[in-house]
């Protein structure tokens, strides 16, 4: 069956890198995503990367994607309080099924 | 501003209340979702909806009604609604089905 694991909890000193771990188990995934939800807000689509790729950066984020062990990761720079979210990774799983699996969520929690 | 807005962003209601939640994207999408957000457990996809079709239904209970009159509008008609419907409902769009989803920032809705 489709399921997405993630730490609960990450807790970072302010200006430190922050970097949060997902693992899945469907390998016909196609696109891995990054979501960020606030208190009392929607989801923010941060960042994704296709199957077929092992990194993609875009400023203070870093994905990277190890496809044989199923391991997805986010990694942020430079953390500001700002960052300070739930984040979670979702898989569109493979088999032609149109909703994305999403991991219960990682909260990080910036210490000044 | 996702592109993605959700109407009203609070709503309380009776077991038997009648109510709709609404849904529209700007964003030229082809393809929209209802996802539910309860505390502790993974968001739920609910529908699927591609030009104006719907294309997945995920055993959802009849109490929920969508309606999709057009590729920008989404609709979820509520009746004889339980307390464990009490969620967060969220809605999505994706340019066409199985591309990166744009959420909105969702219903709170809480049933008495």
């Known amino acids: 069956g489709e399921d997405v694991e993630q730490s609960l909890f990450l807790s970072v000193r302010e200006g430190d890198s922050s970097v949060i771990n997902c693992t899945y188990t469907?390998?016909?995934?196609?696109?891995l995503y990054w979501y960020k939800q606030e208190p009392g807000a929607g989801l923010q689509l941060l960042t994704y990367?296709?199957?077929?790729?092992d990194m993609k950066q875009d400023q203070r984020l870093t994905v990277l994607l190890n496809k044989k062990d199923k391991h997805l990761s986010l990694r942020i720079a430079d953390t500001q309080t700002g960052d300070s979210a739930i984040y979670f990774c979702?898989?569109?799983?493979?088999?032609?099924?149109?909703?994305?699996?999403f991991g219960k969520g990682t909260h990080l929690i910036i210490q000044p | 501003e996702t592109g993605v807005t959700q109407t009203p962003r609070h709503l309380v209601m009776g077991m038997t209340n009648k109510k709709s939640l609404k849904c529209e994207q700007h964003l030229g999408h082809n393809a929209m979702y209802w996802y539910k957000q309860s505390a502790k457990k993974p968001l739920e996809l609910m529908f699927v909806y591609s030009l104006e079709e719907r294309v997945e239904n995920n055993s959802v209970p009849s109490r929920f009604s969508p309606e999709c009159p057009n590729s920008s509008h989404l609709f979820l008609h509520l009746h004889t609604l339980q307390p464990e419907d009490s969620a967060l409902y969220l809605c999505a769009s994706s340019q066409e089905r199985r591309k990166p989803q744009h959420f909105g920032d969702g219903t709170r809705l809480s049933i008495l």
């Open positions: 990367i296709f199957s077929n790729m």
């Open positions: 979702a898989e569109s799983p493979g088999g032609g099924a149109d909703g994305l699996t």
């Open positions: 469907d390998s016909s995934s196609t696109y």
